[in-house]
């Protein structure tokens, strides 16, 4: 059974950093490339970061560039998400996904799909 889980959201105020966690289970995880995405009340799904665990590219949209590294512990078959800086518009629920590319565009539904998601994890920062 594929399993992604995500951990490490929580409560920080404007400034901190957290870690997100993504570990997975199931499937061939060398195979895949990992996607971190996050929705916000009201608004669409957006791609943040993904990681291509193959050969360790990693990608990341302007909005989080200089904020954010993406890793992965391909032993553990597990990608974590540093953020650094975090601002209340950070506020949402992340999620991990593994899909088959990771690049510009990644995130968009109508070129490429991300076949298993996790349930995610709830990221809240205060001002």
């Known amino acids: 059974e594929v399993q992604l889980v995500e951990s490490g959201g929580g409560l920080v105020q404007t400034g901190g950093s957290l870690r997100l966690s993504c570990a997975a289970s199931?499937?061939?995880?060398?195979?895949?490339?990992i996607g971190w995405f996050r929705q916000a009340p009201g608004k669409e799904r957006e791609g943040i970061s993904c990681?291509?665990?193959?050969?360790?590219?990693?990608y990341y949209v302007d909005f989080v560039k200089g904020r954010s590294t993406i890793s992965s512990d391909n032993a553990k078959s597990t990608v974590y998400l540093q953020m650094n800086s975090l601002k209340p518009d950070d506020t949402a629920v992340y999620y991990c996904?593994?899909?088959?590319?990771?690049?510009?565009?990644?995130?968009?539904?109508?070129?490429?799909?991300?076949?298993?998601w996790g349930q995610g994890t709830q990221v809240t920062v205060s001002s």
């Open positions: 990681i291509d665990n193959s050969d360790g590219r990693a």
């Open positions: 996904a593994a899909g088959v590319f990771c690049g510009l565009g990644f995130s968009d539904p109508r070129l490429y799909t991300y076949n298993y």
């Open positions: 199931g499937f061939t995880f060398d195979d895949y490339s």
